[in-house]
């Protein structure tokens, strides 16, 4: 096996067993997983894998493959080059969105106006004059201490959700994603 392979399977590894108390994790052979681990979000009815993948990005991170293989799932496919850091940057984040769920779900956030269903926050909105959320904007921008010294901000609040057609094709046409067609038919 490649030795860049066994790094990126090893990677896998590491967060499906730092994240396992938080997150199961499907398709394990032997308590181990390939390349990519399938983190199981489904046990949550307030808060959907959307909303966890929204929020990632007020981490800093891009959103991993949402609801697939599985729907209410996340799979994350850490390269053979994430460092140590970056892996446990990663799993610390996810830890502090199980704990953000688990207040939606025990009633202790919103279950509509929270961190989760009014992800990502951009710049625009933390800097606004009007705030009316139930959170302070700290937990909105800086959910992590060392976001202060590093933040990447979501350019758009916006998160469009396309649903994947049970038969036919998605179509683009002229290359413009505001109009997705399923076999001619405005997809929203």
């Known amino acids: 096996?490649?030795?860049?392979?066994?790094?990126?399977?090893?990677?896998?590894?590491?967060?499906?067993?730092?994240?396992?108390?938080?997150?199961?994790?499907?398709?394990?052979?032997?308590?181990?997983?390939a390349h990519e681990c399938i983190l199981d979000l489904r046990a949550f009815k307030s808060c959907t894998a959307e909303d966890v993948a929204k929020r990632l990005m007020d981490?800093?991170?891009?959103?991993?493959?949402?609801?697939?293989?599985?729907?209410?799932?996340l799979m994350v496919e850490p390269?053979?080059?994430?460092?140590?850091?970056?892996?446990?940057?990663?799993?610390?984040a996810m830890i502090s969105i199980h704990a953000e769920m688990t207040a939606v779900e025990?009633?202790?956030?919103d279950s509509k106006n929270n961190v989760l269903k009014n992800a990502?926050?951009?710049?625009?909105?933390?800097?606004?004059?009007?705030?009316?959320?139930?959170y302070t904007r700290e937990a909105a921008a800086f959910p992590a201490k060392?976001?202060?010294?590093?933040k990447f901000w979501p350019p758009s609040p916006a998160w469009t959700r396309v649903r994947q057609p049970q038969s036919g094709v998605l179509v683009?046409?002229?290359?413009?994603?505001?109009?997705?067609?399923?076999l001619g038919m405005l997809v929203n």
């Open 1 to 33: 096996m490649n030795p860049l392979t066994k790094f990126a399977i090893l990677n896998a590894n590491y967060i499906s067993k730092r994240l396992e108390k938080h997150f199961p994790t499907l398709y394990k052979n032997h308590n181990l997983v």
């Open 59 to 73: 981490y800093g991170f891009h959103a991993p493959t949402l609801s697939w293989p599985v729907a209410g799932t």
């Open 79 to 92: 390269t053979e080059s994430e460092s140590q850091y970056e892996l446990d940057r990663f799993c610390d």
């Open 106 to 109: 025990s009633g202790g956030a």
């Open 120 to 134: 990502p926050h951009t710049a625009d909105q933390i800097a606004s004059d009007a705030w009316n959320r139930p």
């Open 146 to 150: 060392s976001l202060h010294d590093y």
């Open 172 to 182: 683009c046409r002229n290359g413009d994603l505001r109009n997705v067609t399923k």
